[in-house]
């Protein structure tokens, strides 16, 4: 596999991160069998993808990508789909995490 395949599995793991997050919120606590299913597929599917994407790509830099993924894609769908509110001070946080994910993917080794 080539590192440009690798990194468009870490990004599809990191969407399927999300995704497992808002399934989860979604269950209920694992009290809403439809959701919860989705939730297991979800994780399934991020472990998969991530499992093939470190086959290649360094461990601290594919594993700070994926979780600056998860992290900041999932303040983006409580804002979206579930109305969680953003301060200034959360926007200044999420900005950092999405700064040291670029910085790590473009500074040399």
Request: hydrophobic share 60%; charged share 10%; proline share 4%.
């Amino acid at each position: 596999m080539s590192p440009a395949s690798a990194w468009i599995l870490l990004i599809l793991s990191g969407l399927a991160d999300v995704a497992w997050a808002v399934t989860t919120k979604l269950s209920d606590g694992y009290g809403r069998p439809g959701w919860t299913a989705a939730s297991v597929v979800a994780l399934v599917i991020f472990l998969a993808l991530l499992t093939q994407a470190l086959k290649v790509l360094p461990l601290g830099t594919a594993y700070a990508v994926w979780t600056g993924i998860g992290a900041a894609g999932s303040v983006a769908a409580g804002l979206v789909l579930f109305g969680e509110t953003m301060s200034a001070a959360r926007m200044a946080a999420v900005a950092a995490i999405v700064g040291g994910v670029i910085a790590l993917k473009v500074l040399p080794d």
